[in-house]
């Protein structure tokens, strides 16, 4: 089986997958244009097979080669219609020119279900020149054609004024990532699944299934990324993951594809090279998050001059349902805060990214400055201010539990890459000190 074939099958699968998704995790509202979507999916999975199989047919499979060509051109249209259907059905204008096009779908599949002769003269299954179909560029053809453009037409312009009128912007967003989508996809259909065809390149037809497929993918990603849809059952979050990682593979594997051919001018790659390329982006997707969270957490401490507070919050919120040793996570916040130092100061304890050359005394006269009621920053007396003179430090706050008792301290020593202490610093701090409160796990501090 050629590598086109597999990536047709493997994307086809993908794009029903998807559909089936948005259908299971739609709310009740958006059910309807749901269902639209998933059908629309179903003829691409048609479209696409029937593609992937004709083009890797025997040559003494003419006997089953009509219908594969048949369910090349009716799943087209079935996924155009559905696309109208998916867009602009809530409109009464829409649904008019949907059952407009579903009518005239239907009249040409049956013309062609009933007489093929109206479409191709012959066909050819060669394992040397590849499988083709001599098209007749005659009224069927053009009325497929025309059909084609006048659909998606207007399911790009219902795309586009279903995006302006949508109050809900999350939704927007989803509309325009379809939009360019399908607009570059159908470009590309209309170039080598419509004109090159029936001028005589039959083996380009892949090119159109592949990338409509690519298309619906990214809208999955997109219905994902804007939360158009519910992703809380633990399976359909698995899921989610697997359709998009698995589409990353495909999208890798068409890359490859089309590299080596340009490179080494061969039509396809053999088994072994599949195989290995195939490993080696398994192993790259299983290795995504890994390489993700370093990757965050070296730009979190890299970037000197500003402070990746998503990612420092992200790290707190997972710190919080384990037991977190203070230590470390001074060290964590003097990193990706960028200060030279941070330390708790906890039942008369010091904890710091670092060691301290304090003395019991000047860490006795710290824990008991004043506390505000309205600031959790505590202004240093002339004993505490030597004292952090001498050591470096720049600011201490307060350390306060649900109930806004305070519990302990945290220090702050000099920013990196400044001279001075900026409020803005300050107002970073303060945007984490309450949750760094509830991930120190204070009663068990307390009780040793």
Known sequence: ?????????????????????????SSKA??????????SNIGAVVWAISIGIYLILPVDAESVAPIIITGIYTGAMLMSIALLGHMAWKYLWGKIATIFFAIWGLVLAVLLVMDHGILYTSFTLSNTTGNTVELINGWYYWAYTIFFVLNISAFLAATYYHAKKDSRKRVRKGDYILLCGLTISGI?????????????????????????????????????????????????????YGVILSAGAAIYM???????????????????VLVLNFIMIVIVLLLMPVIQEITASVRSMITVGQVDIAYVVKKLNHLATKNVDLRDLAGFLADHLHFAYIGFIINGRLYGSKSLAISPAELSSITHLRSSSRDIWQVPNKTVQKTFDDLHLRAVAELRNAKGKPFGQLVVGKPLGKSTFERRDLLQLEMIINLVATVIDSEKHLRA
Do not use: C, E, H, Q
């Open 254 to 272: 068409i890359l490859f594809y089309i590299i080596f051919t340009a490179l080494f001018k061969i039509p396809n790659p053999s088994t072994s």
């Open 1 to 25: 089986m050629s590598l086109i074939s597999i990536l047709l099958i493997a994307t086809a699968i993908l794009t029903v997958s998807a559909g089936l998704f948005s259908v299971v995790g």
């Open 30 to 39: 958006d059910r309807g244009r749901s269902i639209w979507l998933l059908a």
């Open 188 to 240: 590309l259909s209309a170039t080598f699944d419509l004109l090159l065809p029936v001028m005589g390149r039959y083996d380009l037809i892949w090119v159109g299934p592949l990338s409509v497929s690519i298309a619906m993918l990214a809208y999955f990603y997109g219905i994902l990324k804007y939360r158009i849809i519910s992703v809380s059952a633990r399976w359909l979050r698995v899921m989610a």
